[in-house]
T-cell receptor
């Protein structure tokens, strides 16, 4: 158990819908990262937050957004969902920003039908 | 820009045999390198991390990796494979600077035959 929790574990929804994925980092970790894992794209970095502020963006679509709250949990919002958004979404946390090791949650499997 | 290449999408070994999973990196700055393991239907678990303190890094579950700057490699090894090692293994390099996001290789699926 990494100490990072993600809910829900599975999510099935229809095209055009909007969903919210939730992540609670390890106790004391200030940085949260979101990654997407799909068969064709592999593991791709989406976005990073550090202590409530956005720090870096990767291959995140404009239909996707995220935020980190004062209690440091984070939410990833995916809207206008398309079939191609079906993937595993991982949250990871680290104690600080930079080169520290990241600990991954169990992931949320999103299926768009 | 940093990148990682994992040679071999599938590797199969017999139980008790040497495990060697290859990773080559490209980085414009001194790299921070990681190996993660993903068991079916689970998240990624950190195996080990290279931070320039030592070129040979020991990780969990008997795995180790050697950083070779001249070969830009960070191969993962284990002397004797166990059935429980069957999983997918990912090599990753840290983006660098204050951002810290990981750039992953495409992964190598390890099968262990009895």
């Amino acid at each position: 158990d990494s100490g990072v929790t993600q809910t829900p574990k599975h999510l099935i929804t229809a095209t055009g819908q909007r969903v919210t994925l939730r992540c609670s980092p390890r106790s004391g970790d200030l940085s949260v990262y979101w990654y997407q894992q799909s068969l064709d794209q592999g593991l791709q970095f989406l976005i990073q937050y550090y202590n409530g502020e956005e720090r870096a963006k990767g291959n995140i679509l404009e239909r996707f957004s995220a935020q980190q709250f004062p209690d440091l949990h984070s939410e990833l919002n995916l809207s206008s969902l398309e079939l191609g958004d079906s993937a595993l979404y991982f949250c990871a946390s680290s104690v600080d920003q930079g080169t520290y090791e990241q600990y991954f949650g169990p992931g949320t499997r999103l299926t768009v039908t | 820009a940093q990148s990682v290449t994992q040679l071999g999408s599938h590797v199969s070994v017999s139980e008790g045999a040497l495990v060697l999973l290859r990773c080559n990196y490209s980085s414009s700055v001194p790299p921070y390198l990681f190996w993660y393991v993903q068991y079916p239907n689970q998240g990624l678990q950190l195996l080990l991390k290279y931070t320039s303190a030592a070129t040979l890094v020991k990780g969990i579950n008997g795995f180790e990796a050697e950083f070779k700057k001249s070969e830009t490699s960070f191969h993962l090894t284990k002397p004797s494979a166990h059935m429980s090692d069957a999983a997918e293994y990912f090599c990753a390099v840290n983006h660098g600077g204050s951002q810290g996001n990981l750039i992953f290789g495409k992964g190598t699926k390890l099968s262990v035959k009895p």
